[in-house]
């Protein structure tokens, strides 16, 4: 690996994000490579790039991708100003007020309904300039999308409109995250019975419906496309049902520096409200990061970090900004590094760990981390 540029020296609290960009794109190469050379790819950036940072990564798999999906207009509109050329189709429902500026910006809309197809005909219209468009059609998510009774008719008109051109049809999985789950087949089916009639009117039509979970354990479900996000990261335990996956990894780490060394006597609380209590005199060290950063309080009394190789407890409540470990006898000295996603010598803390902790998934773990935390890139 790459030394980190000189420019990631920053001015942050001394805890940072580190991400090995090389890593991330064999996990691309890893997917293309499984999906076959017919189907296309689309990463979704949404939420920071899951709180790798959408700049960054955009710009590390802007070559490796066909498409980019984004969940807002802002994240469309700061990939088409970092140059990215790449198609980006924004997921879900579209605001008709942001009409102009993505279409504007040739962002791909999503359309669920009449309504917002004569809108964005409209729109398009008075700005002399063709707006592209996905249509999407509810399977079985119950969030955005029409029902497949009433979606034909909007098919029929936006492709009828001269001002609208119908590029893809798509839907979006609810409970793909087993093999063999009737649900999911029912989704597939409902959608491969839709798009079927379409295929033969519109050869090139983007038909998509492949999240990870999709990617990992429904290869009928690929069609034309596939958008698989937490995968490309590295989170899901993809290897179990697909061995040519077995190399896809995270890349993510999430680092600190002791910032203060203290030994405390037994039976001091610690942090607010004294939810620690130690038991004999022990040395305590504190580590500048919280839940101001995204480092969530559920890890209070139940997380743990990585120093010179070796497990300690949290001790007591994570305030804001810093929370304290309880080293025992070991020894530390101020600015050491704390590891608190990632590997130290033999031990290794996963995102999946935490998440596990905080009862909840990897996903939302990973899109906590703010801007707080500076993000180091490996190329
Ligand atoms: C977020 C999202 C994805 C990616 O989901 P993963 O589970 O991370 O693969 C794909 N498609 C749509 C419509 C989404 O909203």
């Excluded at 087993?178 to 983007?206: M, S």
Aim: net charge positive.
């Amino acid at each position: 690996m790459k030394k980190l540029p000189e420019s990631s020296k920053t001015y942050s609290h001394g805890t940072w994000i580190e991400i090995d960009l090389s890593r991330f794109q064999a996990n691309l190469r890893l997917i293309r490579h499984a999906i076959g050379p017919k189907v296309k790819l689309c990463f979704p950036v949404k939420a920071n790039a899951y709180g790798h940072g959408i700049a960054k990564m955009a710009l590390a798999a802007q070559n490796l991708v066909d498409y980019f999906g984004v969940s807002c207009l802002q994240e469309g509109m700061q990939l088409r100003a970092l140059g990215i050329k790449t198609p980006i189709i924004m997921l879900g429902a579209i605001d008709t007020d942001q009409m102009r500026d993505a279409i504007a910006h040739d962002i791909i809309l999503t359309i669920a309904s009449d309504y917002k197809a004569q809108r964005a005909s409209e729109v398009a219209k008075a700005l002399n300039k063709i707006a592209t468009v996905h249509l999407e059609i509810e399977t079985g998510m119950q969030r955005t999308g029409m029902r497949v009774d009433t979606a034909m008719e909007v098919v029929n008109h936006v492709s009828a409109d001269p001002w609208l051109s119908l590029q893809g049809v798509y839907s979006h999985f609810a409970t793909a995250d087993r093999p063999n789950d009737p649900n999911t087949l029912q989704q597939i089916q409902t959608f491969a019975a839709f798009i079927a009639p379409l295929k033969t009117r519109y050869p090139d039509l983007i038909c998509h419906l492949a999240n990870s979970d999709g990617v990992i354990y429904y290869p009928q479900s690929y069609f034309d496309m596939v958008r698989p996000g937490i995968l490309a990261l590295g989170y899901a335990n993809a290897a179990a049902t697909m061995p040519q996956f077995a190399e896809i990894k995270p890349f993510f780490s999430l680092k600190s520096r002791i910032s203060f060394f203290k030994v405390v006597a037994e039976n001091s609380g610690i942090s607010y409200g004294h939810a620690y209590k130690t038991k004999k005199q022990t040395r305590i060290v504190t580590v500048p990061i919280g839940y101001g950063d995204g480092y969530r309080r559920a890890l209070s009394n139940k997380g743990s970090v990585l120093i010179r190789g070796k497990r300690y407890p949290i001790a007591g409540t994570i305030c804001m900004d810093q929370f304290m470990v309880d080293i025992g006898q070991d020894e530390a000295y101020v600015g050491d590094e704390v590891t608190l996603i990632g590997t130290d010598h033999n031990e290794t803390i996963s995102v999946n760990d935490l998440a596990q902790l905080c009862d909840t998934i990897a996903y939302e773990i990973l899109c906590g981390f703010n801007n707080r935390i500076v993000r180091k890139y490996r190329e």
